[in-house]
């Protein structure tokens, strides 16, 4: 039988019932990525804290971390007051508030959480900054929520969801699928990760791999600027 997972008990004593807790899905993948590293002097970053909930799940699952939360609202109650937490306020894709944050932390993060304004323009933005100079090589970044590109569940940037046919007859160039939103952004990053592949080096995003999951992105940053 495998160990409980921590991140599951955190939850159900810290949210209850809350609706904004973390689904299910997300802390098992979490637990999985994060338990190699929960009792090491990590740096992560969190954008978009909301009520600061996930900040004290990752205070205590992460004893030893350096942790910085960013939201566009001021700074919640439930914000942890310990010196090891640091909130910036602002935009997630401000690239001085992102310096502010990467200077907090004491360097680049080996974590990064977007949970912000799940809009793939700023999803982007924020990625654009932070990959290269603000994530340690061998680092994580993920990405939540990306059902908002579709219409059910998304803003402005989102578009119907309508499953593309698999197996179209002839020989189609083209494959037609989702392009919206934070959908589209991960296509993109699909593409890059297969610059390896084509031209013998990664782009300016060295991604070593891109795990997508239901509703959310995983995206591998590699160990070293030299693909295997």
């Known amino acids: 039988m495998g160990q409980p997972n921590l991140l599951l008990q ?3 004593a810290l949210y209850g019932g809350n609706p904004y807790r973390k689904p299910r899905i997300y802390l098992e993948e979490y637990n999985r990525l994060f ?3 929960r009792l090491e002097p990590i740096r992560l970053l969190e954008l978009g804290v909301h009520q600061g909930l996930s900040m004290k799940m990752w205070e205590q699952y992460f004893p030893s971390a350096t942790i910085v939360g960013l939201d566009g609202e001021v700074k919640p109650e439930l914000f942890p007051t310990s010196p090891r937490f640091h909130f910036m306020h602002g935009a997630q894709d401000d690239p001085a508030l992102l310096e502010e944050a990467i200077a907090a932390a004491g360097g680049p993060f080996h974590i ?8 793939g323009c700023h999803t982007a933005r924020s990625f654009a900054h932070l990959f290269g100079k603000g994530l340690e090589w061998g680092g994580i970044y ?3 929520d990306t059902c908002t590109a579709f219409t059910s569940g998304g803003g402005w940037d989102a578009a119907p969801f309508v499953a593309p046919e698999v197996g179209l007859p002839g020989m189609p160039k083209v494959f037609p699928s989702h392009q919206n939103g934070m959908i589209g952004f991960v296509k993109q990053l699909l593409d890059h990760a297969q610059s390896p592949t084509v031209t013998g080096a990664y782009t300016e ?3 070593e791999r891109v795990t997508v999951l239901t509703n959310f992105a995983v995206v591998h940053k590699a160990a070293n600027n030299t693909p295997n």
């Open 10 to 12: 955190l939850a159900d």
């Open 35 to 37: 338990e190699p590293l």
């Open 112 to 119: 990064v959480i977007d949970d912000c304004s799940h809009l």
């Open 142 to 144: 993920v990405i939540e």
């Open 205 to 207: 995003y060295p991604i």
